[in-house]
């Protein structure tokens, strides 16, 4: 322990290093033939570790979509511009949770505590994206009294139009999915957009509301002392916020639980994020009360979750089932040693690498016999291919499943067992990851040699238990029921509203009979 301060200094100054290196290496050019090397670094890896690279494109294609990108490296560039360049190229490989990270600037920790004292520039709204065209449907401190349903025309003299059809073509989707681009373009608009023009004190937006035009400058400001007591608040964690996993940053819970009727025949559970932790006890809680309260309607709202754990979604859907289940099919691998590849020492401080040393060995050995071998294919051993039991606490009655563009990855898997089953009814609009599975489960965190791009590989590939529709599409609901932005910015809820009004429908008729 006397050496602890040593170390500490050590650790604190190799990363002030690290960081000044990055953003040195970030700002500088990097010629053609490097940018090249990437590329061919990129796909050799991606034939090499993908376990389904050519499920919605053919390798002619990409192999085409490859050599043109290259043809075009005719300049030196920095890495950003070349994120630019390569990302559309990864994105039409159509699936989702393949692509390059933005190479972004890196703060000390200094520059992070500054930004935590301070409002965000863009992230006091709330957006909604409609084609080329982007609209506030939130105004959470009612800044220069900005109205919901205003358009966003320009920032700083730059059409917003012009970055939408930009950021549009980075993103990847599964397959020929019609939905996910929309949900996921207004999460992830500001980040592309600060990468590429920096983070700013201040920036001028044109905005169009009922025809009128307007121009407003937006600014940094500095929270007060009231807001900084709230942000330590909200990082408390108590026992009711561990159990509903709840997210600091967003004043939200990812799991929460309420009847939606005064009789209790409506249970309803909303789930932002399959996160996993503290799971197991929100559904136990969470069921035994709807048993208790002997609800026969149980609707699941899993709108906007971008997936998450494989673990809670089996965990979810043993309380579902009414016999055993196998929730996915055995996860294929390109080889035995795939699971070695996953960057075991990544992000690690030369502290915590020297602990991680330590156990490496168990590591090792636990992934080294993770495979198996069947039919010339190598699979990945997990729990959730095997087959569960209902819980004990299983609900019997109506289940209904809210679900949209932003349901992706583990949103899509459960989502797609439960049609499959026939076991619910989906309503809403077609999911935004694919009908029959995806590439994920762990990843292979591979950075380019010369841009220093960090490229993440997903190592499984996943696949519901289902008889496979071959569509290359996310999850078609039951029932489609849009919903408009005005429906947003009114709270209002078409797609839940369909639900109830069909139960009440169902409760009428039964005690029309009764009488």
Not at 319 to 325: C, I, S
Request: aromatic share 12%; hydrophobic share 30%; net charge positive.
């Amino acid at each position: 322990m006397k050496n602890y301060p040593v170390i500490l200094l050590l650790v604190v100054l190799w990363s002030c290093s690290s960081i000044k290196k990055h953003n040195e290496q970030r700002a500088s050019c990097i010629e053609p033939e490097q940018l090249k090397e990437d590329v061919d670094y990129a796909y050799s890896k991606l034939e090499k570790m993908h376990p389904h690279l050519y499920w919605y494109i053919s390798k002619q294609e990409l192999d085409r979509k490859f050599d043109s990108l290259k043809q075009t490296l005719n300049e030196p560039l920095t890495p950003l511009q070349f994120y630019f360049r390569f990302q559309p190229v990864i994105a039409s490989i159509r699936e989702g949770h393949l692509s390059l990270r933005i190479p972004r600037k890196k703060f000390t920790r200094e520059e992070i505590k500054n930004f935590e004292q301070q409002k965000g520039l863009f992230s006091r709204f709330e957006y909604y994206v409609k084609r080329d065209r982007m609209f506030i449907i939130e105004n959470r401190d009612g800044i220069e009294n900005i109205k919901p349903g205003t358009e966003v025309l320009t920032i700083n003299s730059i059409p917003v139009s012009e970055y939408i059809r930009k950021y549009r073509n980075l993103i990847s989707s599964d397959g020929y999915n019609t939905t996910f681009h929309a949900y996921y373009l207004k999460d992830l608009f500001f980040n592309f957009y600060t990468a590429e023009n920096g983070l700013s004190d201040s920036a001028i937006i044109e905005t169009l509301y009922k025809g009128k035009k307007n121009t407003i400058t937006l600014h940094r400001e500095s929270k007060s002392e009231s807001d900084l007591e709230k942000d330590k608040e909200m990082k408390k964690r108590t026992q009711e916020r561990k159990i509903n996993d709840y997210v600091a940053s967003s004043n939200s819970y990812n799991r929460s639980f309420k009847f939606l009727d005064k009789d209790s025949t409506i249970a309803y559970i909303k789930v932002k994020s399959f996160s996993r932790e503290y799971s197991n006890r929100f559904y136990k809680e969470t069921f035994a009360k709807i048993r208790n309260a002997k609800s026969p309607y149980l609707i699941i709202d899993v709108r906007n979750n971008y997936g998450g754990s494989l673990h809670e979604i089996n965990n979810l859907y043993s309380y579902l089932a009414d016999q055993p289940f196998t929730l996915i099919r055995p996860s294929q691998v390109t080889s035995k040693t795939t699971p070695l590849k996953t960057n075991y020492f990544r992000k690690s401080s030369p502290f915590e690498y020297a602990l991680k040393s330590i156990v490496y060995p168990s590591y090792f050995f636990a992934q080294a016999f993770s495979t198996y071998k069947k039919d010339g294919k190598v699979f990945y051993k997990m729990r959730v291919d095997k087959p569960t039991k209902p819980n004990k606490e299983a609900f019997h009655g109506k289940v209904f499943v809210l679900i949209n563009g932003g349901s992706f990855s583990a949103s899509s898997i459960i989502t797609a067992k439960l049609k499959n089953d026939k076991r619910a009814i989906l309503v809403g609009e077609e999911t935004g990851g694919a009908n029959d599975g995806t590439v994920a489960g762990f990843y292979s965190y591979q950075k380019l040699p010369n841009s220093k791009i960090r490229f993440p590989i997903g190592l499984l590939l996943v696949q519901p238990n289902i008889n496979m529709s071959d569509s290359k599409k996310g999850v078609v609901p039951d029932v489609i029921v849009k919903e408009s932005m005005q429906d947003i910015i009114n709270k209002k809820d078409p797609q839940l509203d369909w639900i109830r009004n069909t139960i009440a429908k169902e409760k009428e008729k039964r005690s029309v009979k009764k009488r």
